[in-house]
């Protein structure tokens, strides 16, 4: 195991869109995160990765101001984020796709495109929105019930996408999904960053984030353990394994 606090990193081309610095978190009376440090630059595609129950998915909860008690610091270009409620962090730029998808079943695709409310300037349209997703289109006048699981994943994630948020976490986006579906959010996630997004990708399913990401944060026990850099993965597949328990 690589202490924190050694970690490799890569040679940074930007300053830091977002720095996590013992970040501390709680549900109720469990303390669940024990000094999570990691940056992200503008532009990233960056993963946690861990088994169940690491805290991947609670770091980004925490981020998000989503935790009942978390102390640290969160700073999103350069504004500490630790103090705010999560309505004030989100009119930041700063969206979270939940695990649980959080969209409306009564409602239609194209209705429940129309109900985020534009956070900031920047949001896409439901025409750039039914590009990324040509069954979101081909289906959006269905109810939310009549979907797919791979279709409310897509709409859950384009839902944000009409926030006008530029960074974007989404919790695990591929579980549960066909290849072919999966496939498709890979090739999403991919023109999002080529468009300027910045994205937090929790994952279990490191081939898909091997695709996608830039760099990989393995998260242990509520903690960052490690950093490995996308071009470095095979060197260190050995090692990933043991974290992940592959």
């Known amino acids: 195991m690589t202490d924190a606090a050694t970690m490799p990193r890569t040679a940074t081309t930007g300053e830091a869109l977002l720095t996590v610095s013992g970040l501390e978190g709680w549900y109720g009376e469990s303390h669940v995160l024990h000094g999570i440090d990691f940056e992200v630059r503008r532009g990233e595609v960056v993963t946690l990765l861990g088994r169940n129950g690491a805290g991947k998915t609670t770091t980004i909860k925490a981020i998000m101001g989503l935790l009942g008690k978390r102390k640290g610091s969160v700073k999103l270009e350069g504004t500490e984020t630790i103090g705010l409620q999560a309505r004030h962090i989100a009119r930041l730029g700063i969206a979270i796709c939940p695990e649980e998808r959080g969209i409306f079943s009564s409602l239609s695709v194209e209705e429940n495109l ?95 984030a091997a695709s996608v990401a830039d760099r990989h944060y393995v998260v242990e026990q509520g903690r960052v353990v490690d950093m490995i850099p996308n071009a470095d993965l095979d060197a260190n597949i050995d090692k990933l394994h043991a974290y992940l328990g592959v």
């Open 114 to 208: 129309h109900l985020p409310p534009k956070l900031s300037e920047g949001g896409l349209t439901v025409e750039r929105i039914y590009d990324l997703f040509p069954n979101l289109k081909e289906r959006r006048r269905s109810q939310g019930t009549k979907l797919s699981g791979g279709e409310q994943q897509m709409l859950a994630i384009a839902r944000i996408l009409r926030t006008g948020s530029r960074f974007l976490l989404l919790d695990e986006p591929t579980e549960g999904l066909a290849p072919v579906i999966v496939q498709q959010i890979g090739r999403t996630i991919q023109a999002l960053k080529d468009e300027g997004f910045t994205i937090i990708l929790v994952e279990q399913n490191f081939r898909f």
